[in-house]
């Protein structure tokens, strides 16, 4: 299959992409302060994070997979199949392979001492983690797991793509499918059929093999942005009822909260559970893509040119840094409300460090998931940000 011209590019689903990121990095921080089972707490521990992790839980990581099968859509009308599987064996292999192998290890190390499970130091551990009887319970990857999702999605998307034909009918099928109102009400079917039916028996593992509520989740949300991205009638329809998505997810998100808290939130097995958090989820997706396409797209500037090319690198970097700084912080007795602003600034404050060392290394450019110099393009302006570095 030859590569065919694309449409222009679309910055509204670039601004998406950086605040989801963005959100991402805010969620990590604020499950140090939740009451569930991280890497690394702090002393403070706020209960009522049960229900603020709903704000953005149900539909943070479906709309980051959406934009970059949207994304890949782009780099696939300009190239090959081949050269698209080469193009994202090279950005995502090397970054994984080292996140793995150095990143990783640091959190799980600190984790591991701070719950009392090991006692010794770093060297000693990675080689505890990367034995064969430590392998045997599996490679540990942690928030990396989000690039082997995104390498197994492209990998099935090179699949579409040498078949053109079947390709084309799948997106004008869609297409039709979405029309008007159906925009908004197939997906919460769909999202409330798989949350009531897959959930139940296989919840959320992130574990490849072991998680298929969660690939029916994300590869049809990949699959999603992949086929829709060009179909301008479907973005149309979603700016149409964008305010529809914005009132149900308004509606929607305090029940759910109250579902969480109340005893009896998962009365009759969960299904008015599930059925509200399939309706928040879409809602909130429909609410971003369409106000983002309304007044999004032409929304060009250098911070977005700047943080396009550094959210991959700030992602692989931002947990590692996290979980060190409160290993460090945690026990100077500081209130929360000091103790999480610092958290914040650190955490978001030395991914962009990094990024601003790595960037002038080129040596280390390509592990830190950013291209070589020379294979740099000049032209800013014009290149979408699946060229540019993100992980998408």
């Known amino acids: ?62 709309l980051l997979f959406l934009v970059s099968g949207a994304a890949l859509r782009f780099m696939t009308a300009r190239r090959s199949a081949g050269q698209v599987a080469r193009a994202r064996a090279e950005r995502l292999v090397p970054p994984l392979i080292f996140g793995t192998l150095v990143l990783v290890p640091i959190q799980s ?19 505890h983690e990367f034995s064969l009887s430590g392998l045997s319970n599996g490679v540990p990857v942690n928030h990396l797991w989000f690039i082997i999702y995104i390498a197994v999605y492209s990998a ?9 034909a079947d390709l084309e009918r799948a997106e004008a099928g869609l297409s039709r499918l979405l029309s008007g109102w159906r925009v908004i009400a197939v997906p919460i079917l769909y999202l409330i059929v798989i949350r009531l039916t897959l959930f139940p028996m296989f919840g959320l593992t992130n574990r490849l093999t072991h998680d298929w509520y969660n690939h029916a989740l994300s590869l049809g949300a990949f699959l999603f942005g992949y086929l829709v991205v060009r179909q301008e009638s479907v973005w149309r329809d979603l700016e149409r009822y964008r305010w529809v998505g914005l009132i149900l997810a308004v509606i929607a998100l305090p029940i759910m909260m109250m579902q969480t808290a109340h005893p009896g939130g998962g009365a ?28 999004l797209r032409r929304a060009d500037s250098r911070v977005l040119h700047y943080l396009s090319d550094a959210v991959f690198t700030c992602y692989l970097a931002h947990q590692t840094i996290l979980v060190v700084a409160v290993w460090l912080i945690q026990a100077q007795g500081w209130p929360a ?18 990024y601003e ?27 979408p940000a699946a060229e540019r570095g993100d992980p998408a």
Do not use: C
């Not at 409300?337 to 990094?354: D, K, N, Q």
């Open 156 to 164: 099935v998307a090179v699949l579409l793509m040498l078949r053109p």
């Open 268 to 295: 009759f097995w969960g299904i008015p559970r599930g059925v509200v958090f399939g309706i928040d989820q879409w809602a909130v997706i429909t609410a971003i893509l369409g106000f983002g396409s309304l007044y």
């Open 1 to 62: 299959m030859q590569p065919a011209s694309g449409p222009a590019r679309r910055l509204d689903l670039d601004w998406i992409r950086l605040s989801a990121f963005g959100l991402l990095i805010l969620y990590h921080v604020g499950l140090v302060y939740a009451p569930y089972d991280w890497h690394m707490h702090s002393t403070h521990t706020f209960e009522w994070m049960r229900e603020g992790v709903l704000i953005t839980n149900p539909w943070r990581l479906t």
């Open 109 to 127: 190390w600190i984790e591991a001492v701070d719950k009392g499970g090991w006692s010794g130091g770093l060297p000693g551990w990675w080689w």
């Open 337 to 354: 409300w000091i103790e999480a602003p610092v958290l914040t600034v650190i955490t978001i404050g030395g991914s962009l460090l990094i």
């Open 357 to 383: 060392i790595v960037r002038r290394i080129p040596l280390i450019r390509p592990i830190w998931g950013l291209k070589p110099l020379k294979a740099r393009p000049s032209a800013g302006p014009s290149l």
